[in-house]
């Protein structure tokens, strides 16, 4: 009997949502576990770092590698995975584009530290004392990963062979992905395993949105009774969906809430922010720069709303000074 | 409403005329009027010929102490209106000539900021108060007395701000929302010799003349002017001019003392027995 | 077969060329640096420097080596690609290129006009050219789309120049709609008695070509009437007239003016606007004897019956031809023309904001449109010099320049008013034996026997005093001063001041736009230079040409003139419309956009971005479409497309990408 | 330290019927202004997406210059507000990622205004100047330097496994 495909699955900065996204194949996992052997799976397996480093080079079929890139412990996993495997699979919006971690690019590691073992209110700690990445007690040296400037997407840090959308991506594409990898029925390197059209296209409101947006305002969706059958946009709700990559089948819209962009954009754009605001902002109803400024300030986090899932990925990456 | 008061070395002196009349209808108008706190020169002198930077800095002085408050400043002096205004422009269009400025009133603990405003009574009187609120306050009308309004030069030039540089009308208005008659002529903003007449007093007296006469020949029983110099330019010399152009024997009076006599005012509270040529006939029975 | 050179690596092989321009580029950077420079960049398989790109050798350069070095792009830094571009894409195409595989690179209008430092200017060209190598590479073939051009013509505005396009257009056969705001067309020169510097009777040489619009079967005379909305493109226009009631039918009124006569008011004593006020009108009336249509018309303001509805009608019970229609209403008609002439003069300087010469405080002070109507002998005096008082003026001042260069109004030079002064003070002098004064800045005289009439005032005793009036008053000092108007001037020729004392002044009031020039030019869609006339689209090379094309101006709308250059301007209009009109078709710009069909998921945010409506939604495939024809290629939908589903032809993402990138890159 | 004075680099967007026409008009005019604008032509600012500017600074501008007509005079009647509405968003974000004031700027000057070219393009210089150089370029390989190192010690150590295999 030939050797099952060898796959791996590992985390980096990742709330776990993306493993939980692999469980979430419910019984069709055992088919996938069925037809491989799973190397790595830190969330599920107790693995170590020695056993993947004695494999052979390329040994590993697939390595999904879910989560941002922060410290260097994480790079290091990743250039280990990289070597180790024939293909790296960049999992989920993290991976793909820094994702939620990367909001923290519009903050300086220093500041983040700050907050965090001095500033926060929840914390204790009169000496101020800080985590050293070394430290040497009774003959013992301990280390921590470095925690780095910024937040990073995994093809900052290594070569990806392909990208799986989403927060987390959904149980089909995984299928989808996994099959292909499997049958070998691969599309070009550098491919985002997902449908290269707007969401629009996959969702139940697209009909009544309307031909002339002509946006007076912007509402936040706690503000608002939101209409469940009418377009996000039609009721002034900013939703990321005309910019952003199809292949959920437009889940949030279907729960009732806009878009937030977890798929990031079409392969058509470099900027996924600059290029919702070009689009949706083209259609305020106001002219004058005092009406404009007006309806601009129902948006009070451009960065947080354009950028939710990609600020590290963003032509500017991260915040300048 | 309320306002500063830039009085300016004439509304003190020769001008007190002025002062009394202008404060007076200002009080009986309701309108809060607050002498500026240790005000200086307004440079209208000829130190801006002698040092430029050193006059600016003197009028200076004067719009960083009004900064202090919002309110805006009422410089009832033509030249006073004008030197203040000229350093508010000045300062903004050179910024070098605004950091000397601004680091010499600093050293002297004062901070020079833009915004204020520095206004005629002429223009607040029709701006801001209104004709039809003269109109209303109006008790002993000026009916039948015919008047040559006298601008001068400095309140329409070279900033026309609040009225037409070559045929302003505010005064115009003014007399004749307080019933009287402005006679129509040519003369309003022609040069009343004033910076002549102790230099040239030929010349000066000529042109003083120029005017009066021409008024008087237009049917005019009184001139009325908003300016402090030429009041007294022309109100002064009359007797000067007799033995050589004729003696034109026309009183010469601040548009706030007819305003104030218009709204019932005593004539002493307004300071018109301080002129040289006595108005009494010209206003007989007010 | 071309060698394939190996240093294109894979990448179209480029031609770089740029221009000496004589000394305009060469002279501020240096071109051989640049063309070494651009040698070496990526793709760039000849290099060439010449001094004039755009002779035709130069241009024959490009297209032999097309041939030669197997060129599958061309660059051409030189001057402005809005002068120039036309010419190297011709230039290509001659080649064997596609046209639209060239680039311009802007650096003489740019760059080297605009710098005086050889280094950073050279440094800037170097930058721009590896810019437009690197865009160059993703230019595509395009081809130009054809729209048959409607052979119909609009002339908007009845003044001469527009009668001159108008009967030129009518002539060669074309059909013609000519809109005029006023009753009558003939414009300011239906005002003149006579013109300068012939003195030949205005009425004279204006109505028979006023008669000839009105009688041509090719022209549609629409008086009365203004131009309300103007849609589609060169080619293809489509028109919304307004037609202002006049109250009578204009078919069936024959001008017999026998209504005025009957009108309930025994006299006329209304503002009479085409005597600018100095004579008096009735509710009906007709501009002047020859206005053209010859119909009367009924002002709403002052008739009895439309402002109250109890009238006798008078006017109309006499009318044997039933004319009258008191029920008109303003009625909107569309038209449909291929191109359009735009000939909507000028206006005259507001004499009232010279405070200084009194206009509208003395009487005896005119304007000179006023003085033109006066010496009219159909004006409201037959001719007579009178003055508002009923007197003959002793003398007269005409005071040039009013509203012309000028820095508190206007800092033009109005262009005829010396002429028309000099016209106006023989006609005085001639009307009434006055003496007259001229007071100017400067004599110009510059058109052909201009010079020679101003020599012969000066032989006719006109006084001529150099010197810009600094006031009018009546301001008395001498006793013969008294009564009268003084002029007081400094005379810089006699360097003295002058008091000069006159019974009329006449202000030779300047050009200005009309008053709704900027209204006038968004409706079609034009630019207006700074001081307010039309903007022509070359002022040399294209100056009856806008911006739009199809759409041309001429006359006094783009710039103050006298009537020859008027009607020179007028012909060329005409002509360039006939051009148009010619060809049959017109090519339009390829720099359309396109909607990639399998990538538009249909959230419709470019649809309402459109002005012309040229994105659609198509509800049966539920992606957008955009309907070439209709697109002006303006890229805004394509800057929008969430998805970067929509490509701009010339000004792709990719074009404009590597652009940026070209120009930072180093 | 460097001696090289600081020459801002300025990236403008210039629409074609309006300020390219005033940039040509003030090349006519033979008006003077400083080198350091790159212009590239566009028909109409409305076809200026918020990811040219934002890719002009990532590819190393100082500064972005983005020019159409007066509102209201827009070759394609109102492309120029579409322009306006996005650009204001995107100064907005521009603001919140640490951009300076001064480094993106929006002018309307029209075809007839080729000196307001040359004032504008001035005073932009000026103030980017001031501001000094943004240089993303450098510092993404700034930012960067700190996973190249980790990147330099995994092969190292791997030349040394190699080695020691040899």
Known sequence: MPDKPKVAFYWCASCGGCEEAVVDLAEDILKVVEAVDIVLWPVAMDFKKEDIEARADKSITVSFINGAVRTSEQEEWARLLRKKSAFVISFGACANSGGIPALANQSAREDILKYVYEDCPSVENPAKSRPATAHAEEGRALTLPEFRGMVRALDEVIDVDYYLPGCPPTPKLIQEAVGALLTG???????????????????????????????????????VQIDPEKCMLAQGLLCMGPATRAGCEALCPGGNMPCTGCFGPT??????????????????????????????????????????????????????? | MRYQYFPGCSLKGSGRAYEESFLAVFRALGVEVRELEDWNCCGATAYMSVDETKSYALAGRNLAIAARDRADVMAPC????????????GLGENPELKRKVTGALKAGGLDYREGVKVRHPLDVLVNDIGLDEIRKRVKKPLSGLKLASYYGCQIVRPFATFDDQDDPVTMDRLMQACGAECVDWPLKTHCCGGSLTGTLPDAGLRLAYIILNEAKKRGAAALVTPCPLCQFNLDAYQGQMAGKFGRPNMPVLYFTQLIGLAMGLDADELGIGRGIIPAQAALAGR | MPKKDHKTNGLPRVGFYICHCGSNIAGTIDVAAVREYAAGLPGVAVARDYKYMCSDPGQELIASDIEKYGLERIVVSACSPNLH????????????????????????????WVHTDRAS?????????RAAVARVVHHRALERKRVPVDPNVLVVGGGIAGIHAALTLANAGKKVTLVEKEATIGGHMALFDKTFPTLDCAACILTPKMSAVKAHPNIRLWTWSEVEKVEGYVGNYKVTVKRKPRYVNEDLCVGCMECIDACVYKEPKFHDKFNQGLGKRKPVYIDFPQATPKVVLVDPETCLQLKTGKCQKKCASVCDRNAFDFGQKERSEEIQVGSIVLATGFRTYDAKKDKQYGYGRYPGVYTALEVERLVNASGPTSGEIKLRDGREPKAVGIIHCVGSRDEKSNKWCSRVCCMYSLKLAHLIKEHSGAEVYNFYIDMRAPGKAYEEFYDKLLGEGVHFVRGRVAEVTDWAVSPEEEGKLVMRVEDTLAGIVRRIPVDMVVLSTGLEPQADAQEVRRRFNIGCGSEGFFQERHPKLAPVNTFTDGVYIAGACQGPRDIPDTVAQAGAAAAEALALIDAGHVELEPNTSAVAEAECSGCKTCVPLCPYGAVSFDEAKRK?????????????????????????????DDEIFSEIEGVLAK | ?????????????????CTYTAADLAGVSRLK??????????????????????EAFAKGADGVLLGGCHPGDCHYAEGNYKTLRRMKMLERMLKAMGVEDGRFRLEWISGAEGDKVRSVVNEMTEKVRSLGPLDLPGKFREWDKEIEELEARVKASEAEEEKIHA
Not at chain 1, 291 to 299: H, M, S
Not at chain 3, 87 to 104: H, S, Y
Not at chain 4, 34 to 49: Q, W
């Open chain 2, 78 to 89: 033509s030249a006073c209106y004008l030197v203040l205004n000229k350093t508010m422009r």
């Open chain 3, 85 to 112: 571009e036309e010419t190297f894409r011709k230039a290509a195409a001659k080649g064997g290129l596609n046209p639209f595989r060239v680039q311009m690179v802007n650096i003489r209008e740019h760059a080297s």
């Open chain 4, 1 to 17: 330290m460097s001696t090289v004075k600081f020459e801002p680099k300025i990236v403008a967007f210039f629409c074609n019927w």
């Open chain 3, 121 to 129: 200017a050279t440094e800037k060209a170097k930058d721009l050219a």
């Open chain 1, 185 to 223: 029925n691969l599309p070009p390197k550098g491919t985002v395993l997902s449908p290269d059209v707007a969401l629009c296209d996959q969702c139940k409101r697209k009909d009544s949105k309307p031909a002339d947006l002509s946006i007076k305002e912007f509402k936040r969706p706690h503000q």
């Open chain 3, 624 to 652: 957008a479409a955009i309907n070439e024809v209709l697109c002006k290629g303006c890229g805004v939908c394509a800057a929008a497309c969430p998805s970067g589903s929509i490509t701009q032809n010339l000004f792709g």
């Open chain 1, 267 to 321: 392969s058509k754009v470099r900027d996924h922010g600059a290029k919702f605001i070009s689009s949706v902002f083209s259609n305020l109803a106001a002219k004058e720069p005092g009406e404009i400024d007006a309806a601009l300030d129902g948006v009070p986090d451009p960065v947080g709303t354009f950028y939710r899932y990609g600020l590290a990925k963003s032509l500017l990456r991260r915040k300048i000074n």
């Open chain 4, 33 to 54: 202004y400083a080198p350091n604008v790159r212009v590239i032509r566009v028909m109409c600012s409305g076809r200026v997406d918020p990811q040219f500017v934002v």
